[in-house]
């Protein structure tokens, strides 16, 4: 347990309790039941950030172990981005972007698209789209899809095909590709109907198979899925190497490669949500890397800005934007968002890319990453936890199975969920378990210190799930 100053906890506890009842009274927090605030699920009122910490209006520090929903990568308060987007404030701080153009979105277009995953015999990516955040950007990309096709004349390709347990965003479009039911049951009659294939999650691999066997047979329904509805679909949408929201579910990249394949031979377009993945996260920038293959559509977001600001982009192929060029409006791809190309949103985004650049983040990040498997490595024996698995900068730690409403991966679900959750806050560590998945997803920056808290933390939190004694 984290030993803090208890005169400075003691002041800033009646501090702290102020803004818990202020907030309580004017906002809805997502994904939350609100009832559950104040005595079930404790709310914590952070005054601010310092690399990998949250500091409380208690006093108490906080290890952000889920980089604040995936976003943080370089940690909070990076300098760099909060100069760069104080820099552009003072210069322009919006403006509308149909219609004109300023010098952060072309100069991020064209640093994105130069990084963005290449695949030998196939056109790079050119294009760049943006929009106000991830499910924002996954709309921008089922559209364009969906709308290529219309304007080519193939109306009957209406169809979509994703992978059972993905998650793709909140918006409707993007609920309907996903698969996990507490976010999509009660706004089944609003979706469109997709086709789901089986996920390649190597924890569902047979006895004697491997991730890469595992990744095969589930390409093999896929093809057969595409053999009876192919001449339908328009485009596949998938999270390449990791199904984040779904339970840190994790794929050999060989079943990237199968799907390339089977999309080219049936002209389906393949949309790379790499919203979650993308930036350096899984051990390369962007995870379609390490199966070397490119998709047609790139949707990218939380890292883009280092989590400073919302801001998402989706990156797509000459062939796609030409398709939309004609004399007819109808024809144009019209959608929109006010903020859409936001200078201070790009500005943030180019101080991130130059953090990558100026730090050498992916070399950095391999250390980092094998640092983590090492103290990973020893939850492989508890009793309580039936798999560890790791890609990147990502670890899941898997319990035994009991924990998740209706057996999916939902944010602090269940008993056990909770009651880790609550032991992690207690120890100065902000974990959201997914279902039965306590994982790790730290800023790039944290440090040895931190890492044997998270891992120390995580210990007594598998035992507090379990009916151990709690700090809470």
Same mark, same amino acid.
């Given at each position: 347990?984290?030993?803090?100053?208890?005169?400075?906890?003691?002041?800033?506890?009646?501090?702290?309790?102020?803004?818990?009842?202020?907030?309580?009274?004017?906002?809805?927090?997502?994904?939350?039941?609100?009832?559950?605030?104040?005595?079930?699920?404790?709310?914590?009122?952070?005054?601010?950030?310092?690399?990998?910490?949250?500091?409380?209006?208690?006093?108490?520090?906080?290890?952000?172990?889920?980089?604040?929903?995936?976003?943080?990568?370089?940690?909070?308060?990076?300098?760099?981005?909060?100069?760069?987007?104080?820099? $552009?404030?003072?210069?322009?701080?919006?403006?509308?972007?149909?219609?004109?153009?300023?010098?952060?979105?072309?100069?991020?277009?064209?640093? #994105?698209?130069?990084?963005?995953?290449? $695949?030998?015999?196939?056109?790079?990516?050119?294009?760049?789209?943006?929009?106000?955040?991830?499910?924002?950007?996954?709309?921008? &990309?089922?559209?364009?899809?969906?709308?290529?096709?219309?304007?080519?004349?193939?109306?009957?390709?209406?169809?979509?095909?994703?992978?059972?347990?993905?998650?793709?965003?909140?918006?409707?479009?993007?609920?309907?590709?996903?698969?996990?039911?507490?976010?999509?049951?009660?706004?089944?009659?609003?979706?469109?109907?997709?086709?789901?294939?089986?996920?390649?999650?190597?924890?569902?691999?047979? &006895?004697?198979?491997?991730?890469? $066997?595992?990744?095969?047979?589930?390409?093999?329904?896929?093809?057969?899925?595409?053999?009876?509805?192919?001449?339908?679909?328009?485009?596949?949408?998938?999270?390449?190497?990791?199904?984040?929201?779904?339970?840190?579910?994790?794929?050999?990249?060989?079943?990237?490669?199968?799907?390339?394949?089977?999309?080219?031979?049936?002209?389906?377009?393949?949309?790379?949500?790499?919203?979650?993945?993308?930036?350096?996260?899984?051990?390369?920038?962007?995870?379609?890397? $390490?199966?070397?293959?490119?998709?047609?559509?790139?949707?990218? =977001?939380?890292?883009?800005?280092?989590?400073?600001?919302?801001? &998402?982009?989706?990156?797509?192929?000459?062939?796609?934007?030409?398709?939309?060029?004609?004399?007819?409006?109808?024809? &144009?791809?019209?959608? =929109?968002?006010?903020?859409?190309?936001?200078?201070?949103?790009?500005?943030?985004?180019?101080? =991130?890319?130059?953090?990558?650049?100026?730090?050498? @983040?992916?070399?950095?990040?391999?250390?980092?990453?094998?640092?983590?498997?090492?103290?990973?490595?020893?939850?492989?024996?508890?009793?309580?936890?039936?798999? @560890?698995?790791?890609?990147?900068?990502?670890?899941?730690?898997?319990?035994?199975?009991? =924990?998740?409403?209706?057996?999916?991966? @939902?944010?602090?679900?269940?008993?056990?969920? #909770?009651?880790?959750?609550?032991?992690?806050?207690?120890?100065?560590?902000?974990?959201?378990?997914?279902?039965?998945?306590?994982?790790?997803?730290?800023?790039?920056?944290?440090?040895?210190?931190?890492?044997?808290?998270?891992?120390?933390?995580?210990?007594?939190?598998?035992?507090?799930?379990?009916?151990?004694?709690?700090?809470?």
């Amino acid at each position: 347990m984290q030993q803090f100053d208890t005169t400075i906890i003691a002041n800033g506890a009646a501090t702290a309790e102020a803004w818990r009842s202020r907030d309580l009274a004017v906002l809805w927090h997502p994904c939350t039941q609100m009832r559950e605030h104040p005595d079930v699920l404790p709310l914590l009122p952070i005054e601010r950030g310092e690399r990998e910490w949250l500091h409380g209006f208690d006093g108490r520090r906080y290890l952000d172990a889920v980089s604040s929903w995936w976003t943080c990568i370089h940690g909070h308060a990076e300098p760099r981005i909060a100069e760069a987007i104080a820099t $552009q404030a003072r210069t322009l701080e919006h403006v509308i972007l149909a219609g004109c153009t300023h010098e952060p979105a072309v100069t991020l277009a064209e640093k #994105l698209l130069a990084i963005a995953p290449r $695949q030998a015999g196939r056109a790079a990516l050119s294009k760049v789209f943006y929009a106000d955040n991830g499910s924002a950007g996954v709309e921008v &990309a089922l559209k364009m899809a969906f709308h290529w096709f219309r304007n080519a004349g193939e109306a009957r390709r209406t169809k979509f095909v994703a992978l059972e347990n993905s998650y793709h965003g909140e918006t409707l479009g993007a609920l309907a590709v996903g698969d996990i039911p507490l976010y999509r049951r009660v706004y089944a009659p609003l979706l469109a109907e997709a086709l789901f294939a089986p996920s390649p999650d190597a924890f569902q691999a047979a &006895a004697d198979e491997s991730a890469e $066997q595992r990744a095969h047979r589930a390409a093999d329904a896929l093809a057969a899925l595409l053999a009876e509805h192919g001449d339908t679909v328009c485009a596949l949408i998938l999270e390449p190497l990791v199904q984040c929201a779904g339970g840190m579910r994790m794929h050999h990249p060989a079943y990237l490669r199968r799907v390339r394949e089977l999309c080219d031979a049936h002209g389906v377009f393949l949309i790379a949500d790499e919203i979650a993945v993308g930036f350096g996260r899984t051990g390369t920038m962007f995870a379609c890397e $390490q199966a070397g293959i490119a998709p047609d559509l790139l949707c990218l =977001s939380k890292g883009l800005t280092g989590g400073s600001l919302p801001l &998402a982009a989706v990156l797509t192929s000459q062939r796609i934007f030409d398709g939309f060029l004609d004399d007819s409006r109808e024809r &144009a791809f019209l959608h =929109s968002h006010s903020y859409t190309g936001n200078p201070l949103g790009c500005a943030a985004a180019l101080a =991130s890319l130059a953090i990558f650049e100026r730090d050498d @983040v992916i070399a950095r990040n391999r250390v980092t990453a094998s640092k983590m498997a090492g103290r990973a490595a020893a939850f492989r024996s508890h009793p309580n936890v039936v798999d @560890v698995r790791q890609t990147g900068m990502i670890v899941a730690i898997e319990m035994a199975a009991g =924990s998740g409403e209706d057996g999916t991966a @939902v944010e602090i679900a269940g008993n056990r969920g #909770l009651r880790a959750y609550r032991e992690a806050i207690a120890r100065g560590v902000l974990l959201r378990p997914l279902g039965d998945v306590l994982y790790w997803f730290p800023p790039y920056c944290i440090g040895d210190d931190a890492l044997d808290l998270l891992a120390d933390t995580t210990r007594h939190a598998i035992d507090a799930a379990f009916g151990g004694r709690s700090c809470a």
